[in-house]
């Protein structure tokens, strides 16, 4: 089975800090995906990644910033968090094959204050 | 650009009665078409997909979608749903040739009266 891990489940951090999201996967996929989800909205993509050191905007990438520094890891980087930025993060990874399913972890509840 | 729309945000069935979500969304290019699910407390994961072929696929649980390509739709369907179905249902496209990125519809909460 596919594993997707996110660090942390619930996360609560103050306007203006440094947040990480990090998120692994086991099997090897070529491409990563960093969405939010918010109710009303389903799933907006941030960022992803197709390759090492590879990284492509996504439909909402203001605020937001990602590394890859290694193929099974996926880093989330808010600069400076605002209240805004309060959301579930959910984490994808997907082969490099033509099958474009996309495999999540268990989301990040992240609350700026 | 392209976008789906899902047309319900919630849903309310009892157990026994039969499931429609809808699903459209714009492209005029050839597309792969998904629906995931999200249980309460768990991971989204993929509920059924839509590559080529047979417009009617199977996935797991019961759950069937049609792709009818001139109306740009991909509707999910189950004849008796049950109360574990309740959940959150979103239907996702990626265009062919468009590279990796997936879209997906703002979601269907649905909620299976015991």
């Known amino acids: 089975d596919v594993k997707v891990t996110q660090s942390s489940r619930y996360l609560v951090k103050r306007t203006g800090e440094k947040v990480f999201l990090e998120c692994v996967q086991d099997m090897d996929h070529e491409n990563m995906f960093w969405y939010r989800q918010d109710p009303g909205l389903g799933l907006r993509l941030i960022y992803f990644?197709?390759?090492?050191?590879?990284?492509e905007k996504g439909d909402i990438p203001e605020g937001y910033s990602v590394s890859r520094e290694k193929k099974e890891r996926f880093s989330l980087i808010l600069e400076s968090a605002s209240t805004n930025q309060t959301s579930m993060y959910l984490c994808?990874?997907?082969?490099?094959?033509?099958?474009?399913?996309?495999?999540f972890g268990p989301g990040t509840r992240l609350t700026v204050t | 650009a392209q976008s789906v729309s899902q047309h319900n945000h919630h849903v309310i069935l009892s157990e026994a009665a039969s499931l429609e979500l809808g699903c459209n969304y714009s492209?005029?290019?050839?597309?792969?078409l998904f629906w995931y699910v999200q249980y309460p407390g768990q991971h989204l994961q993929l509920l059924l997909k839509y590559f080529s072929g047979d417009p009617l696929v199977k996935g797991i649980k019961g759950f069937e979608a049609e792709f009818i390509k001139s109306k740009f739709s991909f509707n999910l369907r189950k004849p008796s749903v049950q109360w574990s179905d309740t959940a959150e249902y979103f239907c996702a496209v990626n265009a062919r040739g468009g590279g990796f990125k997936t879209i997906f519809g703002a979601g269907t909460r649905l909620f299976v009266k015991a």
């Open positions: 990644s197709y390759d090492v050191k590879m990284k």
């Open positions: 492209y005029g290019g050839t597309v792969n």
């Open positions: 994808a990874s997907s082969p490099g094959d033509n099958s474009y399913e996309q495999y």
